[in-house]
């Protein structure tokens, strides 16, 4: 079936701009996680979505960065006033349900670029 | 954060070889482990979860995890040039819904 799919595959911005990325999960999985992936930085959890519950905005780096996920499907991951150190791979996961069982796999990311 | 640590490499090794990749974790809490393999300007490949001690094989890969040492290891048997990647090793904890705490990656190069 069809994985998990991000739009746009590249986005290239100039500092100061707002920018959002999307995010389609598996049809019917509940939860979703947000994660970057910067060089020098490894893999980083972003926000986590379970169901209609508030999200887990532990891991968003400033409040520049948020998220939002309508009808429980469809996520987007907005950066407002972006900065050169916002440049990096933003990754999406979902899963069927919580629990440390689960397996996350990937979507193919957006890969953001700032100037 | 808690850490997860892994030597960054590059780690080569010639074809046919096994190929040894490990992993460090500081949080005791740590429930589920699993290896990621990247390759370059791709997205992490899920190839390995473990959640209980000992070993757990799945074709030429075997996934050790010593809870009581905190350290999870990967072995790659037959080392293939195309298993040359970035192996990420990540832990979840039952924090922000058992979200994934990754290691910055081991690079591997099989050679021919």
């Known amino acids: 079936g069809a994985g998990v799919s991000q739009s746009p595959s590249n986005k290239v911005t100039e500092k100061g701009k707002d920018v959002e990325l999307r995010c389609d999960p598996i049809?019917?999985?509940?939860?979703l996680y947000w994660y970057r992936q910067s060089l020098g930085q490894g893999l980083e959890f972003l926000i986590y979505?379970?169901?209609?519950?508030?999200?887990?905005k532990s891991g968003l780096p400033s409040d520049r960065f948020s998220a939002e996920r309508t009808g429980g499907s469809v996520s987007t991951l907005t950066i407002q006033r972006t900065q050169q150190e916002d440049s990096a791979v933003y990754l999406c996961?979902?899963?069927?349900?919580?629990?440390?069982?689960?397996?996350?796999?990937f979507g193919p990311g957006t890969r953001l670029t700032v100037l | 954060q808690k850490e997860v640590e892994q030597n960054s490499g590059p780690l080569s090794v010639p074809e046919g070889a096994i190929a040894s990749l490990n992993c460090t974790y500081s949080d005791r809490v740590s429930q589920s482990f699993f290896w990621y393999r990247q390759y370059s300007g791709k997205s992490p490949e899920l190839i390995m979860s473990i959640y209980s001690n000992g070993d757990k094989e799945d074709g030429r890969f075997t996934a050790q995890l010593n809870k009581a040492s905190q350290y999870v290891s990967l072995l790659i048997r037959d080392s293939q040039p195309s298993d040359s990647a970035t192996y990420l090793c990540a832990v979840n904890t039952a924090n922000s819904g058992y979200a994934l705490n990754f290691g910055k990656g081991t690079s591997l190069l099989v050679t021919p």
């Open positions: 049809s019917g999985h509940t939860a």
């Open positions: 979505f379970q169901g209609n519950s508030a999200p887990d």
């Open positions: 996961a979902s899963l069927p349900g919580q629990g440390y069982l689960n397996e996350q796999f």
